[in-house]
């Protein structure tokens, strides 16, 4: 079954706007991954915060995670017409799941220019 | 530096045909591999994973397996393929011990 749950499932604003995404989850994690596909592509990891953070910034990137409600934000500042993808959330569970992940269902991001 | 290839990119093959797919990394010693599967619209369901040579865990009972027989290479296959086989398969490889899985590039896969 899918841990994570990705809201919205899609969004679509507008170059120079901010873009929020979020993701919730049903157990305990060791750390919570986003990831970008472009159409028909493969995925592209963008950032990694683990159950111990609680903000994490990559340039236009900032994450965010609250461990007690179970949930993760990917903010995206000052869009860009080439963010244009889907982003999915992963859950990783830590100790022996051999690094395995649990991905949401994504939310397929446009921005107009 | 690393690098994960799939091949094909694109395959179409009618129901009951077998099936190979195969995916190789380079650049890396002794990774953890992962098959993924995705449907149109929908996120990634780990299919098969495999932590060394001739060791594979599948997560999903269906009509695929996988073999890896050699360190960098992974291979997901199926003796009969079903019209639910369709979708796009992606390969990722992972270093032991760290968190950030790297993906190729993915085969479309169609059964008509």
């Known amino acids: 079954s899918q841990q994570g749950e990705e809201d919205p499932q899609a969004l679509s604003i507008q170059e120079g706007e901010n873009a929020t995404m979020n993701c919730s989850y049903k157990t305990s994690i060791n750390n919570l991954q986003w990831y970008r596909q472009n159409s028909g592509r493969g995925l592209v990891h963008l950032i990694l915060i683990r159950s111990n953070e609680r903000e994490k910034h990559s340039g236009r990137l900032r994450v965010t995670l609250d461990t007690s409600k179970k949930s993760s934000s990917l903010l995206i500042t000052a869009s860009r017409a080439a963010d244009t993808a889907s982003y999915f959330c992963?859950?990783?569970?830590?100790?022996?799941?051999?690094?395995?992940?649990?991905f949401g269902q994504g939310t397929i991001l446009t921005v107009h220019p | 530096s690393q690098t994960i290839h799939q091949w094909p990119a694109t395959l179409v093959q009618p129901v009951g045909s077998p099936l190979s797919l195969e995916c190789t990394v380079e650049g890396t010693s002794n990774p953890n591999l992962y098959w993924y599967r995705q449907a149109a619209g929908r996120g990634l369901q780990l299919l098969f994973y495999?932590?060394?040579?001739?060791?594979i865990s599948s997560e999903v009972p269906q009509n695929l397996s996988a073999s890896r027989p050699q360190d960098r290479q992974f291979i997901l296959s199926s003796k009969k393929l079903l019209l639910s086989d369709s979708g796009f398969y992606l390969c990722?490889?992972?270093?032991?011990?760290?968190?950030?899985?790297?993906f190729g590039p993915g085969t479309r896969l169609t059964v008509l």
């Open positions: 992963a859950t990783a569970f830590g100790g022996t799941s051999y690094g395995k992940l649990t």
């Open positions: 495999s932590v060394g040579i001739g060791q």
């Open positions: 990722a490889w992972m270093a032991g011990g760290a968190d950030t899985q790297y």
